[in-house]
T-cell receptor, first 110, second 113 residues
Framework: GENVEQHPSTLSVQEGDSAVIKCTYSDSASNYFPWYKQELGKGPQLIIDIRSNVGEKKDQRIAVTLNKTAKHFSLHITETQPEDSAVYFCAASEDYQLIWGAGTKLIIKP | GAGVSQTPSNKVTEKGKYVELRCDPISGHTALYWYRQSLGQGPEFLIYFQGTGAADDSGLPNDRFFAVRPEGSVSTLKIQRTERGDSAVYLC???????????FGPGTRLLVL
């Protein structure tokens, strides 16, 4: 079955700098890759997603890139702000079952 | 519009008791999912409904866990003879259809003493 690995587990960046979180997946049949942000005590909130027919997608300060050959995808957050502090999860799916990474705790230092 | 809602937000029970967790999906969403999230980990898939039927219950850990969605909207996750290892956050998500974006509720935090 699918396995998703996510790195780093913790990422601390200065406010205003960029943050990059990387994920790899094992099943080449996976074709959908969402990223979720989870704040303490809340459910995961979708921030961006990408399907396997595109290599990059941007939404304001957030971008996701996908390399199907290498089976990895990354989340890029530019001009980080204090409200970006949270745990970020990547996931991969072939149909409806999301397989999740272990999460990255993003800390924005003032 | 209203998002996915889950009740209760917190549930404390004793080992061996029965619990029910409720999920109200986004109106019009035909697909509904239950996940379980342990501390410091990503969610794990439990069960998926398309309409009223459980299309895939392969993630349910054992026969103490059961879920229903009798009218194709609200779903209830039922756990019998709870064990301390069942303590986790139980997340519900819904989507417009299969393979569409999943939107999550706030979760129910279950603590089994």
């Amino acid at each position: 079955g699918e396995n998703v690995e996510q790195h780093p587990s913790t990422l601390s960046v200065q406010e205003g700098d960029s943050a990059v979180i990387k994920c790899t997946y094992s099943d080449s049949a996976s074709n959908y890759f969402p990223w979720y942000k989870q704040e303490l005590g809340k459910g995961p909130q979708l921030i961006i997603d990408i399907r396997s027919n595109v290599g990059e997608k941007k939404d304001q300060r957030i971008a996701v890139t996908l390399n199907k050959t290498a089976k990895h995808f990354s989340l890029h957050i530019t001009e980080t702000q204090p409200e970006d502090s949270a745990v970020y999860f990547c996931a991969a799916s072939e149909d409806y079952q999301l397989i999740w990474g272990a999460g990255t705790k993003l800390i924005i230092k003032p | 519009g209203a998002g996915v809602s889950q009740t209760p937000s917190n549930k404390v029970t004793e080992k061996g008791k029965y619990v029910e967790l409720r999920c109200d999906p986004i109106s019009g969403h035909t697909a509904l999912y239950w996940y379980r999230q342990s501390l410091g980990q990503g969610p794990e898939f439990l069960i998926y409904f398309q309409g009223t039927g459980a299309a895939d219950d392969s993630g349910l850990p054992n026969d103490r866990f059961f879920a229903v969605r009798p009218e194709g909207s609200v779903s209830t996750l039922k756990i019998q003879r709870t064990e301390r290892g069942d303590s986790a956050v139980y997340l519900c998500a819904s989507s417009y259809g299969t393979k569409e974006t999943q939107y999550f509720g706030p979760g129910t935090r279950l603590l089994v003493l």
